[in-house]
């Protein structure tokens, strides 16, 4: 079945990058998402990612694929404090284009 | 331009009681889809309405219902409410609801069954 992985807290000191991490098993997956959601706030979409592409760069973010491995990661370069929420990572299966999210991952801030 | 908008914001409902969540899309975004978030299960998807038809479910029993009306807003409808459908209701609005389309979120409304 469709399911989505990824650790549920991470901490970083400012300045340092964070890599936040993603399993997926639905293969025929089209697309994969990274959302950042602040406290009180809805989704918001960073970043996503074709599935036959194999990295993709915006500015202080990088999302790296490992198709054969199921395997996507965001890395967020020189982190700040604003930077301090939950991020989702979700994929988009291609047979019925429902977007599965995993549980997010709680990224904290150390000074 | 005018972001999703969500209503009401908060709500707090008894058990057995039924309740209408409302969802307002980005002018010219047909798609509309909702989602249900709670600690325990995180983010999950309930269905997606495209050009007032249900184009999406995910798998939620039939209490759960919805549907879009021709501008494009959506409703959602809980019935017979129970204490673990506390929950904060997320809608996702986007031009049509295909993949590399960006999906812009409400700030969601808190449903909290007691």
């Known amino acids: 079945g469709e399911d989505v992985e990824q650790s549920l807290f991470l901490s970083v000191r400012e300045g340092d990058s964070s890599v936040i991490n993603c399993t997926y098993t639905?293969?025929?997956?089209?697309?994969l998402y990274w959302y950042k959601q602040e406290p009180g706030a809805g989704l918001q979409l960073l970043t996503y990612i074709f599935s036959n592409m194999d990295m993709k760069q915006d500015q202080r973010l990088t999302v790296l694929l490992n198709k054969k491995d199921k395997h996507l990661s965001l890395r967020i370069a020189d982190t700040q404090t604003g930077d301090s929420a939950i991020y989702f990572c979700a994929e988009r299966a291609e047979r019925d284009d429902k977007i599965i999210f995993g549980k997010g991952t709680r990224l904290h801030i150390l000074p | 331009k005018a972001g999703v908008t969500q209503t009401p914001r908060y709500l707090i409902k008894t058990r057995g009681q039924q309740v209408t969540l409302s969802c307002s899309p980005i002018s010219g975004h047909r798609s509309v889809s909702w989602y249900q978030q709670t600690p325990g299960q995180g983010l999950q998807f309930l269905f997606e309405?495209?050009?007032?038809?249900?184009?999406n479910k995910g798998n939620f029993p039939g209490r759960f219902s919805g549907r879009q009306f021709s501008n494009s807003r959506s409703e959602m409808n809980v019935s017979t409410l129970e204490l673990g459908d506390s929950a904060l209701y997320l809608c996702?609005?986007?031009?049509?609801?295909?993949?590399?389309?960006?999906?812009?979120f409400g700030q969601g409304t808190r449903l909290t069954v007691v």
């Open positions: 996702a609005s986007s031009l049509d609801g295909q993949g590399g389309t960006e999906a812009f």
């Open positions: 309405y495209f050009s007032e038809t249900q184009r």
């Open positions: 639905d293969s025929s997956s089209t697309y």
